[in-house]
């Protein structure tokens, strides 16, 4: 004997199963290199921040450079190699650190 719960579940999933189903487009990533300029024009503001910092330490490539570093970009452990710049430029670590200054210039760089 089928209970209240079963038959409003039965009644529920055969409602559901109706209706039309249909699939939103893809998210369109703007990272890939098939991008039009427009659209990167309108890349968000972390993804711009994100960037910059990539950018800004790829120029110490293969050093621990960021405090919060586990590993350099050669795959070895910093723990004990942690360096502090004091030549400019500086890497830029976090996101804070990103002005937006800084963030119009890489625009400007990146969309052409």
């Not at 590993?71 to 002005?99: F, L, M, N, W």
């Amino acid at each position: 004997m089928m209970t209240k719960i079963g038959i409003a579940g039965l009644l529920l999933f055969g409602i559901a199963s109706i209706g039309y189903v249909h699939a939103e487009p893809a998210p369109h990533d703007p990272n890939l290199p098939s991008v039009k300029p427009e659209a990167l024009q309108r890349l968000s503001d972390t993804r711009v921040r994100q960037q910059v910092m990539l950018e800004s330490q790829a120029k110490y490539y293969g050093r621990c450079v960021c405090p919060y570093q586990t590993r350099d970009a050669k795959g070895r452990s910093c723990k004990g190699r942690h360096e502090v710049v004091q030549s400019k430029p500086r890497p830029i670590c976090y996101p804070e650190q990103v002005t937006p200054a800084m963030m119009s210039d890489w625009r400007r760089q990146h969309v052409k």
